[in-house]
């Protein structure tokens, strides 16, 4: 075997199936019925002539499979939908009951329990006289499920049911696992995931088959996409996944895999990805008959990072995966193995199912234009379309101009329905340009065009004299201060004295006012993405530092993004920690206003410091980049919170001094002595910029949306009491230009207010999945930094790896609704807690410490969240995206691009993070936890608690507790799972030792 396939072409072997006969084969299959006078199928043929709604999707499409020419599939029986029917009956468990269930609400969690009890209690319908003859005791089969509505075109159940390898040929064995799989229907996971989905597909609950195959010993198992998920970034690329043994590996993340990338048009392997073959999965006596298994000689290079399919291997699998891709009529999500003797063997074909919508909105002007779901997840609403326009009012291209970028700016669209599109507009170039002009032109260009020769010239400014420096100094000194002023000012002003006409004055001000702040935003954008870029760009490139790991090097020096109390959390942490009674005050369990108020009235420093605080951050929304976003001002519980994280957490000197002994580390370890100089140099300059990302926003937009929110609510409350709308909230769904019309009208206006609950449930209800992400023609790659002049080329290396780790969008393709596969973006580590859904903007004010947030994107507004929460997941964005920043300033675990999170996760399931691998397991969907907050050790210590805080990850209950003993600062949730107390089982010892001072919260 090569250790590099890339470039090589597949063999006559890609070609060996004719895909012509296979079509005729499958189309002469016979029409299927829905009658079978038995409750066992004895072979794929016969099982070939019956419908799915009989054997399920499974049995059904592996049934077709096994009759096409030159393809093997493991001989099998299925026993019918009609026995577990039957069972049901049985066992009384009306199936209706979950027919009928009222859509999109919750499970019915007592009903599904009392369904799986009553099947582990009942005995199965099928007779041993019907399934002794096809089974062997001397064989081992896998016993899968086949669900009426699984591997349908609309919803998959990946991972959802049960399958149980390697179960012995007995009919006790093989009777129980059948039970398993049935059990499985009624997981609460189940029937989230088709309650969801019914309108998809059928809208009767799955019916369960169950499909009884031999099982294959496999060698080396693969999972193939016959349309790269990534279809955008890979058109026409099939994706082939590969492992050691058992195919189970892929899926939960337990085997180390090989990725490799077919070209469709010229069939070669244009992507290799291999990995040290150390933990694979075989057949033995684990759980669902399966054992990880780790390779002492994985580490060894010579046999570590050997491809597990020789390209002859590869073009029988290209060859299979593109006959079933013909014959099913689309992409396809196959798995399939080699056994030992080398035979190729198809498990399964089902559809890609995607929740991507084919929805395409108008937008009236050309370009390339790309759905900007980083930043904004959710259609936003109509005020909004006019305030984020002012991302075009001037800054943002200003930025680009004096860093010298071929970018002239990054253009705006707002469709009708609220989608934001954003299209890259290269200096010079059409409005609709199909690729990067040729070398030649573009060297000409540079070389006698007056604007690309201003732009060569502002380069070389721009990196012989570090103008960022500069621009570092003016953010300071004068624009962030400037723009608070600015914030306060017009935030400060009392609304309840203000008559209708004044309120309205002030209101179209403050719109005005966000607007500016929109620009404001985008001042200093270049100036702070640059360094960071640039120092990014030579890690890569000269020291082999990847770029996950050269932007962790950056973690500890943005302490603002650890709160959003920004720049004063520093001040007021120094401040309390000097006055014992102002910390009692702070660390009360539930402190709110009366708190806050005994705060701002103290005549001391602590009361100087928390009304500057106040004044400022009051103000501040919570959470994305519209006024739907809750301020601070709106829960004093919350400010409190937020108050509390910057006194009690990490102390920011203490914090930057270990990230500077990491960036030493890898400093010496891999940076040769005669670069280490300019690495100093590369380092210090983005350290020093690093933090106007986030303080960008909190001094204009993070303020100036607050500062609108506040009169938008105000005037909302007003019409309500005039009895003009029925819900002061539905005004912040107002347009500009009819806000006015509500208050000159006589009474209400039926057709308005239902114009206004249209827009509120559209915004409510829809997101970034529900829209194109592209509209027009796609926009070629930008052009080869290497043949533009030495400073163009650098700053567009600068721009490109700032740009292109900050807007990543997230992808449509779900493997297995139980395990998410994203990328690594925060800081190393696993972390294990209840989730916490963000749909809405207020969402993010019922979020808990320990929680793990669960988000489409994030902004500076969830700083003090992030700091109090255990991880984050999030549907888009990169490594240089909000969510990944404030992460790793937290030293938080965090997974980004996790497809569909939002549509997987519910608020309250058990998941686990991994920071490594970039994979969101749902560990349980039980919802009942109990939570400890304020625990104090003998010695009156606080602590929260959390694995990174010292409790290792998978330790026993006993050191948990001796832990949550010992530990004075830390963060813990109690579930109901073997690690941990249930509220019923509470641990004696913790209960009397925080019965005095710890309140347990039931959820």
Known sequence: MGANQSGESLTASA??????????????????????????VPDFETCSKLSRQLVGGKAAHLSTIATLPGINVPSAMVVTTTAFVKMCEDCDIDLSQFDNHKVGSGAPFDALKEAREALLNGVLIVSDEELAPLLNKNKRYSVRSSGSSEDSKSASFAGMMKSILNVEGTMEAIKEAIVSVYVSTFEDSTFTYWNKHRNLGSSIYPRMAVLVQEQV????????????????????????EACRGQGAGIADGSASTD????????????????SPKKFHVTLGDGPEGLEVVEDPEADKESSSLQPEFTVEELSQVYALASALEAVFGGHQDIELCFDKDGKLNCLQSRAVTSFASNYKPEIKKKGCWELESAHFGKAVPKLAAYYLMGMLDGCFQEGFRNAGALLDYIDVYITEEGWVYTCPRPVGAPEEPSAAPPAMVLKMLL????????????????????????????????????????????????????????????????????????????????????????????????????????????????????????????????????????????????????????????DDEVGTCMKAAYKECRLRVLGGYTHLAATLSESPELFMSHVRDAVNGPDVEESMAKAREAVAKVRDEKVPEQDREFFDILFEDAAKLYPVRDLRALCSDSLGLGVLRLPLL?????????????????????????????????????????????????????????????????????????IL??????????????????????????????????????????????????????????????????????????????????????????????????????GKPCVMKAPHALKLINNGDLVRVDGDKGTVTIVSRDHARVSLFGCQDPEGNSFFGSFNDGIPFGASYAEIRDSMIRMSRASIATTARSTYASAVDFDPVIAEHTRKKTSLVFM
Not at 23 to 40: G, I, M, S
Request: include cysteine; hydrophobic fraction near 35%.
């Open 217 to 240: 010993d496999s060698r080396s198992s693969a999972v193939v996409f016959t349309q790269h998920p990534s279809s955008d970034e890979n058109p026409n690329k099939m994706l082939i």
């Open 789 to 890: 002049t030495p400073a163009c080329g650098e700053i567009a290396s600068c721009v490109g790896a700032m740009i292109g780790n900050l807007f990543t969008p997230g992808t449509d393709i779900v493997k297995d609704e139980n395990v998410i596969q994203g990328v690594p973006g925060g800081a190393s580590g696993m972390y294990e807690g209840f989730a916490r859904t963000i749909k809405r903007e207020h969402d993010i004010c019922e979020a808990k410490p320990g929680e793990v947030l669960i988000v489409t994107a994030t902004s500076t507004a969830y700083n003090s969240v992030i700091a109090r929460c255990g991880a984050v997941v999030a549907e888009v964005g990169g490594i240089l995206s909000h969510a990944a920043i404030t992460s790793r300033e937290n």
């Open 259 to 274: 990725s490799f990338i077919i070209d469709k048009a010229s069939q070669k392997i244009v992507s290799t990805a291999l």
């Open 15 to 40: 070609k060996a199936l004719d895909i012509q006969a296979i079509k005729q084969a499958a189309e002469n299959l016979k029409e299927r019925v829905d009658t079978y006078e038995k409750l066992v």
């Open 714 to 786: 105000e005037a909302g409350k007003r019409l309500h009491a005039k009895g003009k709308i029925s819900d002061p909230v539905d005004f912040l769904f107002i347009d500009k230009d009819e806000i006015n019309s509500f208050f000159e009208s006589e009474g209400p206006n039926a057709e308005k207010e239902a114009e206004l609950k249209n827009r509120r449930f559209y915004q409510e209800t829809k997101t970034w999945q529900d829209t194109s992400r592209f509209i027009g023609p796609k926009a070629g790659p930008p052009p080869d930094p290497s």
């Open 447 to 602: 070389a006698v065009h007056p604007e690309f020769r201003r732009r060569n010239q502002n380069a070389k400014k721009m990196l012989e004299g570090r103008l960022w420096l500069e621009g570092y100094k003016e953010f300071h000194e004068k624009h962030y201060p400037s723009l608070i002023k600015k914030n306060v000012d017009l935030g400060s002003v009392n609304l309840e004295e203000l008559d209708d006409t004044a309120l309205l004055e002030h209101l179209h001000k403050t719109i005005e006012n966000a607007r500016v702040m929109l620009n404001e935003h985008h001042r200093y954008t270049v100036t702070c993405l640059v360094p960071v870029g640039r120092f990014m760009h030579f890690c890569n490139v000269k020291w082999s530092i990847n770029n996950l790991e050269a932007i962790r090097l950056l973690s500890g020096t943005s302490p603002a993004s650890m709160s959003s109390l920004a720049l004063h959390a520093m001040d007021v942490r120094k401040c309390v920690l000097k006055h014992p009674d102002a910390l009692e005050l702070i660390n009360k369990e539930e402190a709110g206003q009366t708190e806050l108020d005994a705060l701002l009235n103290r």
